[in-house]
């Protein structure tokens, strides 16, 4: 803020109180509001105005010498205006040449000396304001000062309170920094377990497959070579069907050539399938395959137990059409025989014997031929107790189906629902 001083008293005069009208300026010199009312107060009726004037005059007069103008003043106090500028003038006190010229002296200076000390008065309540101002200030500061030292103080007691919760919280940090990597390190550590573990699993499964592999070609390789030996057998089978052929009929010659022999008493004759039996224990698979097949075909429950021993034939196809046959037929008889070829080490015997069950008992539980070892020892003792529970009374009832369901064709490799 800009400072002024005022010219008569030489009293700072700040520029608010200008720009408030406070102080005022007059041709560049500044009269300050104590001056003003000092002036104002040593004539109780002259204006503002006038007296304004006067001092305007008195400060502007280039020339102290030069009287105040007339104008100025009003008339009952231009003595007394003229006598202040007179007493004011350097060099006016001079010696009195009369006594009115004494008493208007006097007068001067009694009205000179009345406005300096009420200037000087109005200078001294103003520096006891300021003074008590500025004590008034430097007890908020000291009370300021205060409270800055009690916070000062308090300060040394909050970093060390800081410092131990950060050291605390460090603690803490370093803690738990330290329990996450060990939790880490163990966490790395049942990774690369596993890790390993899976490695060694997936080179079993590997090899397992690899086995897998080389058991499925050499299998293919077997049934490769069955179906040769079957081309062969169908073969060998064509050859004696011609060879049943020639011999049949050389019977029906001998028998129209017997016809003109006298008659003999004949024997009584079995059924015409007991001639097949002998064959099921030839050593060609496909004479055993033909000759179950054939028996199959005479619909005679009696076959029943000449074929159910072939349920644990040497050759594959004997034993899936010794299961097929037993089907067909129609009875119950063959059911245990059937359960135990449940257990057989080949899925395509197994599957063939467990529709040949569902065939005949409408019974199913869920058997899967191609299941574990586990879960077929369950479905076949499932089997076995329901067998043992009521298999006696469907034998005494007659020792047929109940008349089952077909159910569906089943493929092999096919899996039970």
Request: aromatic share 4%; net charge negative; charged share 25%.
């Amino acid at each position: 803020m800009k400072i002024h001083f005022c010219d008569l008293c030489n009293e700072s005069v700040p520029q608010s109180d200008l720009d408030l009208g406070q102080a005022r300026m007059v041709k560049g010199r500044v009269v300050c509001a104590s001056c003003e009312r000092a002036m104002s107060h040593a004539d109780p009726g002259a204006t503002t105005t006038t007296i304004a004037g006067a001092l305007e005059a008195v400060l502007s007069d280039p020339q102290p010498d030069a009287p105040i103008p007339a104008s100025t003043i009003p008339a009952a106090h231009a003595a007394d205006a003229s006598g202040m500028h007179e007493a004011l003038r350097p060099g006016a006190i001079q010696p009195a040449t009369s006594s009115s010229s004494g008493v208007w002296l006097a007068a001067a200076g009694l009205l000179v000396s009345a406005i300096v000390v009420y200037v000087f008065q109005q200078r001294i309540d103003v520096l006891l304001e300021a003074d008590r101002d500025l004590a008034h200030g430097i007890e908020h500061g000291n009370t300021q000062l205060r409270a800055v030292d009690q916070a000062l103080a308090q300060v040394p007691v909050q970093l060390t309170e800081m410092e131990q919760r950060l050291q605390k919280e460090l603690q803490e940090a370093l803690s738990a920094n330290e329990k996450q990597r060990s939790e880490l390190a163990a966490a790395a550590r049942r990774a690369e377990q596993t890790q390993a573990e899976l490695q060694t699993s997936v080179a079993g499964l590997r090899k397992e497959l690899d086995n897998s592999a080389l058991a499925r070609e050499e299998r293919l390789d077997e049934l490769s070579h069955r179906l040769a030996q079957g081309d062969d057998a169908q073969r060998e089978l064509a050859k004696r069907m011609e060879e049943y052929r020639k011999s049949a009929e050389a019977a029906r010659n001998a028998a129209e050539a017997a016809k003109a022999l006298p008659e003999k008493p004949a024997a009584p004759a079995g059924p015409a399938w007991t001639t097949l039996v002998p064959n099921l224990a030839d050593a060609n698979p496909s004479t055993r395959w033909e000759a179950v097949d054939e028996l199959g075909r005479s619909k005679d429950p009696a076959v029943i137990p000449h074929i159910a021993p072939l349920l644990r034939d040497s050759d594959l196809f004997v034993r899936m059409c010794a299961a097929r046959v037993l089907a067909d037929l129609g009875t119950l008889q063959a059911v245990p025989a059937l359960i135990d070829a449940l257990e057989d080490a080949e899925p395509t015997v197994r599957e063939s014997a467990w529709h040949a069950l569902r065939t005949l008992t409408g019974k199913d539980f869920k058997f899967d031929p191609q299941g574990n070892d586990a879960d077929r020892q369950k479905k076949v003792k499932s089997w076995r107790e329901w067998w043992k529970k009521e298999g006696e009374g469907l034998l005494n009832g007659g020792g047929t189906a109940p008349e089952p369901k077909q159910p569906p064709e089943v493929k092999s490799g096919a899996r039970g629902n």
